[in-house]
């Protein structure tokens, strides 16, 4: 039964690991393109299962400004961060409430419950942008990506395998299945693969020690995060698009987080 269960997980993986290593390797447009799907699939993912709880997203302003950010994001250097994304922070919130009152009054009106998830779930979602410039740092920016997928996949695999080995302590109530026996090997397995990254590149060890740890730190808390987002949206998985992984915010929850840390340790110390 088990090996019944996990074939589509393999399945999906054979089919989907040799694809997203040519994405990463040409990078360009298509890298873009891909992430920017991935956005608002996600978004879609979210808004699907919000939409059900009572509370729909606002699609109207939460699309677009996904589309602005990852065009942005095209063309951002290091420099323009700051310069960007302050603005963002005040422009979604302003957009949001522009929309309410342009359709108070109507069959189309929002709460303020939906302007406050939507503006989550933007931010939320938009972590991936943090793929595209991670992918854009002048220090080998493919290398970087790579480190960052090898070593949250390695995270997530061997603390799949040793949670249900060894695991005798529940973590957390928001996921019962993950264990504090797991989480360690799999912080201990995502060093392990950043240094071996880090060696067979030009990135100091030191570097690659640290970004392992953050991933370490990051990924299992991303996870954790969806695991939120699906506790009170009452919700199993937020899609299906993947057999046996869900949706794509299932398969790419503990990157979010852990894209977002590498690349600000590689914005401030690469």
Do not use: N
Not at 68 to 97: C, E, G, N, Q, Y
Not at 138 to 144: A, F, K, Q, V, Y
Not at 237 to 251: F, I, N, Q, S, Y
Request: proline residues 4%; positive net charge; aromatic residues 10%.
């Amino acid at each position: 039964m088990a090996g019944k269960t996990l074939s589509p997980r393999v399945a999906t993986a054979l089919v989907g690991i040799p694809i997203v290593a040519l994405i990463v390797h040409f990078g360009g447009p298509a890298f873009r393109i891909v992430v920017m799907a991935l956005a608002l699939i996600s978004f879609m993912e979210l808004a699907t299962a919000a939409r059900t709880k009572g509370t729909p997203l606002i699609g109207e302003v939460g699309y677009p400004m996904l589309l602005a950010m990852s065009t942005a994001a095209r063309k951002l250097t290091a420099a323009d961060i700051a310069h960007v994304a302050f603005p963002i922070v005040w422009i979604i919130p302003l957009a949001l409430l522009i929309w309410a009152v342009l359709t108070y009054g109507s069959r189309r009106r929002v709460s303020l419950a939906s302007i406050a998830l939507t503006q989550l779930a933007v931010f939320y979602v938009g972590l991936f942008i943090f793929l595209i410039l991670l992918r854009a740092h002048p220090t080998d920016g493919s290398t970087l990506v790579w480190l960052t997928l090898l070593g949250v996949w390695a995270g997530d695999i061997i603390a799949y395998y040793a949670g249900r080995a060894l695991g005798r302590r529940k973590l957390t109530p928001l996921s019962p299945g993950k264990t504090v026996e797991g989480i360690v090997a799999g912080f201990a397995a995502t060093i392990t693969v950043c240094l071996l990254v880090a060696h067979f590149s030009h990135i100091d060890w030191r570097h690659g020690l640290a970004m392992g740890v953050l991933i370490g730190i990051a990924a299992p808390i991303g996870d954790l995060a969806e695991s939120f987002w699906k506790r009170e949206l009452e919700v199993k998985d937020l899609g299906t698009l993947l057999p046996g992984h869900g949706g794509v915010l299932d398969r790419c929850d503990s990157l979010l987080f852990a894209v977002f840390v590498v690349y600000c340790y590689a914005l401030w110390q690469l």
